[in-house]
């Protein structure tokens, strides 16, 4: 699939497709602009899809801090001014990427948003654990890669096909995104994400629940949450579980929430199936 390059300010970003009614698209918390190239791939030929590796990751990785979700939605709004997209034009984003996405369509609107298992505010942590423990209880493994390194760009896949999220759903888009992540001499390659910027954004994460609370109820465009019914190792309970997503939905009347069955947290945007839904989602008005 091909796409073209551009750059915003030290910002990497990608052109999806060439019709008129854009998508801008925002991706997870170790994760790249990657992400959404099966969701792109798919889409009808009137739309085409912005997405943008996020400050700290992938070929935006050299930009500074500070990171943080505001810094992020300040980012998505600058791209999405770059690229001339207007009031129709569609926002998403997956998992932190559906934060970051929430906090700017709180700043400006959308024809539509649509958050990817992710963007609603998580339960308060439990006394005595702080921010840094939650995140490695729940990120564990994705902070382990990003401090390793990898002999070839093989072993580097090799390592995500063992990933339970991928096992038995591997397929070409999930290797593209997995090489593009790649950077360093052969013999010591390693992921692009900085491991400082996974951190602090983890952090805004798990200790900004109100800010996050007050995003959503500032936002006036069309709203649809898509959720994945298994987690980010392929669990049995999803990261937005039906407990978690009964109150919004109550809170928010115009909160159109659906989960697309058989999916996990990865495979929401890499699966076929899953994919379909997605797409129809983002291109059609609610």
Known sequence: MSFELDDVGGLRIARFGAGPRTIIAVHGITASLMAWGAVARRLPEEWSMVAMDLRG????????GPYGLPRHAEDVLRVADHVGAGPDAVLTGHSMGAYVAALAAAERDFARVVLVDGGLPFPPLPA???????????????????????PSADAYVDFFKAHPAFVGHWNADVEAYVRYDLAGPDGALRSRVAPEAVLQDGRWLRLESEAIAAALTAITSPLTLLRAPRGLLNQDVGMLPDDLAR??????????DEVIPDCNHYTILFDDRCVSSIVTHLTTPS
């Open 247 to 256: 109150p919004w939905a109550a809170r928010l009347p115009g909160l159109r």
């Open 128 to 150: 005595g654990v702080d921010a840094d423990e939650a995140m490695e209880a729940t990120l564990g493994p994705a902070l382990a890669r990003l401090r390793q390194t990898f």
């Open 57 to 64: 990751r992938g070929h935006s990785a050299s930009l500074p």
